[in-house]
């Protein structure tokens, strides 16, 4: 296989991010690169990434965006972002005529037209065209062959295919529709290879008790909370934007707590609530008996409204007992309280089971400790690569993910 440097023929499973770039880079440095997509196009997840828009990566130096990864996926990420970082990866596009802007929260995506996330995919497709790679969509791997130290060969529907390399890119267990099913850890599992369960993560979080009439309205620059039960500790706090859905809560701070809330679930007991005021109780409390004596006709439900969405504070007020008309002079203590209470920990209460299905990205897959960073080879085969999200990596959202596996996939490719 080109340890010499000569001419290595390579097998690449999966078109997606890291796929792409992996089978890219390989055939850039004159190896026999076959692609095989399980899809009928590549790309799927890329294409619906950002609400279609396509987050393609995060702005600023590698050293910040590693530091959103966890201190373990950071160490493992560090090679390999330094190799092909998100500059590299803009460059790239740039070329291919993709260009690109950066938000005020650092997340990079395509020009706002029609299709930009299909001019993503359009542009590592044609790279990937450029020099030479072999692309077979509609191609799924359903087996490999072999054991630890060699991979003898892949079973394309039944049949066997063998080369000197393979690497495999086959995304993790979120968004099956996109053909990630995540079966390809229980083969590898199979193999001897230390791997962790899939994992929620970055997913909307459903709710024993949804609010359907509330789907749409958002609570912004608050703390989404949980705790073990309703009395229970506080297990951790995200500052961010909620939105209701028809079955619970999606936004950017539900995203990023949904995998902390079903480790909670599972252990037994997650209850989650919004402080759109982020001040202790007491102290909202005491500015709000100020505002008593200040200003004692003001209504009730004015007050709440300056830090609730008005379409919800006729139906909190309600199951708080305090009538619509009243005024703050007329506030009882526990009526007070319970003022206090919406606008510093409203109750979103029990979770459900944060579905795998819908997450943008899934935690667990290959142990980090059994690849090696900089070729991301894996450790104890002589021919085994893993990239991308089959990678125990799940950074948060901004952007992130896209970066890890444009950066392994081009680590990967490197032989």
């Not at 770039?21 to 076959?34: D, E, F, K, P, T």
Request: charged share 20%; aromatic share 6%.
């Amino acid at each position: 296989m080109g340890h010499d440097g000569g001419m290595a023929k390579i097998i690449v499973v999966g078109g997606g991010a890291a796929g792409l770039v992996a089978a890219w880079r390989a055939a850039s440095l004159g190896h026999a690169v076959q692609l095989l997509e399980a899809n009928g196009r590549l790309g799927v997840k890329l294409r619906i990434s950002g609400g279609g828009k396509c987050n393609i990566t995060h702005d600023g130096p590698p050293k910040a965006l590693l530091s959103a990864f966890s201190k373990a996926q950071a160490r493992f990420l560090r090679p390999s972002l330094h190799a092909f970082d998100n500059a590299a990866v803009l460059d790239l596009l740039r070329r291919e005529g993709v260009e690109t802007y950066t938000r005020d929260n650092g997340r990079v995506f395509p020009l706002d037209r029609p299709g930009s996330a299909g001019a993503v995919v359009a542009a590592f497709e044609t790279l990937a065209h450029r020099v030479g790679v072999d692309v077979r969509t509609g191609a799924r791997v359903t087996a490999l062959q072999g054991r630890a130290p060699r991979l003898e060969g892949l079973l394309l529907n039944g049949e066997p295919l063998h080369c000197d390399v393979y690497v495999l890119a086959t995304g993790g267990a979120s968004y099956p529709e996109t053909g990630t099913r995540g079966e390809v850890l229980g083969w590898l599992k199979g193999l001897g290879v230390p791997v962790l369960p899939w994992f929620p993560a970055l997913a909307p979080i459903p709710l024993q008790r949804p609010r359907p009439s509330w789907e749409g309205v958002s609570l912004r620059e608050g703390d989404l909370r949980l705790q073990a039960g309703p009395e229970g500790r506080r297990l951790e706090t995200f500052a961010g934007d909620i939105v209701f859905t028809k079955a619970g809560i999606s936004g950017p701070a539900a995203l990023e707590l949904s995998q902390a809330t079903e480790r909670a679930r599972r252990e037994g007991a997650a209850w989650l609530t919004y402080a759109s005021i982020r001040e202790l109780p007491e102290a909202v409390d005491a500015a709000l008996q100020a505002e008593q004596r200040t200003n004692p006709r003001l209504l009730a439900a004015t007050w709440i409204q300056r830090h609730l969405p008005e379409r919800l504070v006729e139906p909190l007020l309600q199951e708080a007992g305090i009538d619509r008309g009243l005024m703050l002079k007329d506030l009882s203590r526990s009526a007070r309280k319970a003022l206090v209470a919406l606008a510093t920990a409203l109750p979103l209460g029990e979770p459900q089971a944060v579905p795998l299905a819908r997450g943008e990205v899934a935690a667990g897959g290959v142990d980090l400790g059994a690849v090696d960073p900089r070729t991301m080879a894996l450790r104890g085969w002589d021919n085994l690569r893993i990239c991308g999200e089959l990678l125990d990596i799940d950074g948060p959202v901004g952007g992130y993910n896209l970066q890890a596996a444009f950066s392994t996939g081009y680590a990967a490719g490197t032989l």
